[in-house]
T-cell receptor
């Protein structure tokens, strides 16, 4: 079975803390994505990566950074957490295949609360 | 920039066909139409995708207009478990730079 695993389902952190959200996929996918989801705003893309050590900004990268040292792992980093980063964070991965044009697989999400 | 437009919410009676529309008037020739859904407290799940032909699988049917500017996802016999937010996205696989962008979707409620 295809698996995208996020390290935590729920997380509570204090303002100013450095926060790491981890995502691991076991499908050998090239592409990995981080989204946040807030009521009324849908899924918004924060960062994505199409290869090891490669990263691209999504639509809302401010306040975040990412790391992809290994193909299977994509980390989202909040350098100094703020209350407006309280949200549901979703990780996804997909295979780049121009013929099959495959789907993206999502993790279960991490609900982060910054207090 | 929003590439797709969907109604924010819809209701459908249990057992009836649910027809969810999506407008993608600026779609390019090499862009596919994808549909995902997100059931409460879960990550989005792939449903179906197509380029220009109508598609059907065990979950749903996808009807794409001839000019490809709009599409409809059809759930033939909706059940209560189909209550979810449905996302229509357009996507092109550019090797080495695949940005996957979602919008706000349609909240579908199946009424008993």
């Amino acid at each position: 079975d295809v698996k995208v695993t996020q390290s935590s389902r729920y997380l509570v952190k204090r303002t100013g803390e450095k926060v790491f959200l981890e995502c691991v996929q076991d499908m050998d996918h090239e592409n990995m994505f981080w989204y946040r989801q807030d009521p009324g705003l849908g899924l918004r893309l924060i960062y994505f990566s199409y290869d090891v050590k490669m990263k691209e900004k999504g639509d809302i990268p401010e306040g975040y950074s990412v790391s992809r040292e290994k193909k299977e792992r994509f980390s989202l980093i909040l350098e100094s957490a703020s209350t407006n980063q309280t949200s549901m964070y979703l990780c996804a991965s997909s295979l780049t295949d121009l013929i099959l044009n495959t789907e993206a697989f999502f993790g279960q999400g991490t609900r982060l609360t910054v207090v | 920039d929003a590439k797709t437009t969907q109604p924010p919410s819809m209701d459908c009676a249990e057992g009836r066909a649910a027809n969810l529309p999506c407008n993608h008037s600026t779609i390019s020739g090499n862009e596919y139409v994808y549909w995902y859904r997100q059931i409460h407290s879960q990550g989005p799940q792939y449903i179906i995708h197509g380029l220009k032909n109508n598609e059907t699988n065990e979950m749903a049917s996808l009807i794409i207009t001839e000019d490809r500017k709009s599409s409809t996802l059809i759930l033939p016999h909706a059940t209560l478990r189909d209550t979810a937010v449905y996302y229509c996205i357009v996507r092109v696989a550019n090797f080495g730079n695949e940005k996957l962008t979602f919008g706000t979707g349609t909240r579908l409620t199946i009424i008993p």
